[in-house]
């Protein structure tokens, strides 16, 4: 699949992480019965989840770390017990590359911007997903009208991390349970963010008024991991959570007249292209 890559800026041919397994379970009959039947199960995800966080799997991290050419001399440990460990490994420090008015990427990831109209279905990685049933909510999705969705996809290889977008303060978390499945874009045909579990926080910020930060799990996540899910001040780029075992997504959703997204990334977006981003770079402006 095609990347925009904006140190480079040049489009990339990128490897499809776990494609193999994604095109069975979902391209033949076989693997559909499985996924239905068996895949989503929560106790498969449970035991799965269980394995990666045993020894046992330790002799992974180091054959995915070649393969992906990964280096964790940023990260606080060099050294993992077992699989899970690795990836959710963490940074000794967040890099700092935006300015006090910009919009940060909250996590190493492929960005795609859409706008949001009163009743548009926009697709989040090949899913036609209206605003209302990606929050459950008519009455909250109503007042992002016009605004941004901001879909953050992290590959198995990224940090697996993700940050607050401004300073400010956030209310309780709100939870959305669903059979927990893949957020592969090949599995585009089927509803898949319906049929994840979501976790939402509504923050107020100080540059960008009132954004909804959104987790969403994926097939063999163990859960989502937020440091604080009830009511509390925050700082920008201080971490929020992170993801266990499994591909994964963060959203932001921006009301109208408060973010100009920059361009490059409108422009690849448009294509249906996504642009890797770092956590802590430029990604809009406020409106001033």
């Not at 000794?92 to 911007?113: F, H, I, N, W």
């Not at 960008?208 to 987790?215: L, R, S, T």
């Amino acid at each position: 699949m095609q990347v925009y890559h904006r140190d480079t800026k040049q489009l990339v041919q990128e490897e499809d992480v776990g494609g193999g397994a994604i095109r069975f379970t979902y391209g033949t009959a076989f693997g559909r019965m499985l996924a239905k039947g068996l895949l989503c199960r929560k106790f498969v995800s449970d035991l799965y989840g269980a394995w990666q966080k045993s020894p046992l799997s330790r002799r992974k991290v180091r054959r995915f770390m070649t393969r992906y050419k990964i280096r964790v001399d940023d990260c606080t440990e060099q050294d993992f017990p077992n699989f899970n460990a690795f990836f959710t490994r963490q940074r000794k420090e967040y890099p700092r590359l935006c300015a006090g008015q910009e919009l940060p990427a909250v996590a190493d990831s492929r960005l795609t911007v859409l706008p949001i109209g009163t009743d548009t279905v926009f697709r989040i990685k090949g899913v036609p997903y209206t605003t209302a049933e990606l929050l459950n909510d008519e009455a909250l999705a109503a007042a992002y009208a016009g605004g941004w969705c901001m879909i953050f996809r992290l590959a198995p290889d990224d940090y697996h991390r993700y940050v607050y977008p401004d300073d400010g303060s956030q209310e309780a978390s709100v939870h959305i349970p669903g059979v927990l499945h893949t957020v592969n874009p090949i599995a585009a045909e089927l509803a898949v963010y319906r049929r994840n579990t979501r976790c939402y926080t509504l923050l107020h910020t100080k540059h960008f008024g009132d954004v909804i930060e959104m987790e969403v799990g994926a097939l063999l996540v163990g859960r989502i991991v937020n440091h604080r899910e009830d009511a509390a001040a925050f700082s920008k780029l201080q971490e929020k959570g992170y993801f266990q075992y499994g591909g994964s997504t963060v959203i932001l959703l921006l009301k109208q007249g408060v973010l100009i997204p920059d361009a490059d990334l409108l422009k690849y977006s448009a294509q249906g292209i996504e642009s890797r981003v770092h956590l802590g770079e430029r990604v809009g402006c406020a409106v001033t």
